[in-house]
């Protein structure tokens, strides 16, 4: 079973901070998602890395996939109210399931 | 509708009774994939369906649990006897084609059993 683990689990923060949110496995994937979610919502996909070493950057936020595609990273810069949240890594081994991280719930308070 | 929609939103139901879950995904999408969510964690993945069958059924928990999508477009989610461990929000999922493409989600059904 490929799991992922993410840390931290919860996170509250003021607006203007920065933060980086881990996410490990033992486990390579072919790719890895960030999703956010919102209460009475689904996750909503952020990004996609593919590539070992791969940057991707979304306004304030910087993904990053590791050397060897076991793990990955997200930093938000200036962190704001709006980016409160449940954010998810998922990453897939080649088929078509995601399997999910723990989860890390951010707050971001003004 | 744009997205993917699911009813009922909530379900409340007791202890040994059956229920249905209903998801309609994007249309042309052909994939369509049943998450279970329990509060502050990640989705589990449950099945997944290509088309009109069921590709890969490995995160069912039990034989309690059915899926069906006869037609390839609407999914329902079947649970028989439900038991109070099987209260989550359970999560539809569909994508244009399999593999790695983007899983646009529904807002998924909470589902309690008393």
């Known amino acids: 079973t490929q799991l992922l683990e993410q840390s931290p689990q919860f996170l509250s923060i003021q607006e203007g901070e920065n933060l980086t949110v881990y996410c490990n496995s033992s486990s390579v994937f072919s790719s890895l998602q960030w999703y956010r979610q919102e209460p009475g919502e689904g996750p909503v996909l952020l990004v996609t890395?593919?590539?070992?070493?791969e940057v991707k950057k979304l306004k304030r936020l910087t993904f990053q996939f590791g050397d060897a595609r076991k793990d990955s990273s997200l930093h938000i810069t200036a962190a704001q109210p709006g980016d409160t949240g449940l954010y998810l890594c998922?990453?897939?081994?080649?088929?078509?399931?995601?399997?999910f991280g723990t989860g890390t719930q951010l707050k971001v308070e003004l | 509708g744009a997205g993917v929609s699911q009813t009922p939103s909530n379900k409340v139901t007791e202890k040994g009774k059956y229920v249905e879950l209903r998801c309609d995904p994007i249309s042309g999408h052909t994939a369509l994939y049943w998450y279970r969510q329990s509060l502050g964690q990640g989705p589990e993945f449950l099945i997944y369906f290509q088309g009109t069958g069921a590709a890969d059924d490995s995160g069912l928990p039990n034989d309690r649990f059915f899926a069906v999508r006869p037609e390839g477009s609407v999914s329902t989610l079947k649970i028989q006897r439900t038991e109070r461990g099987d209260s989550a929000v359970y999560l539809c999922?569909?994508?244009?084609?399999?593999?790695?493409?983007?899983?646009?989600f529904g807002p998924g059904t909470r589902l309690t059993v008393l």
């Open positions: 890395v593919v590539t070992g070493g």
């Open positions: 999922a569909s994508s244009l084609i399999p593999g790695y493409n983007e899983q646009f």
């Open positions: 998922a990453g897939t081994g080649g088929g078509n399931k995601l399997t």
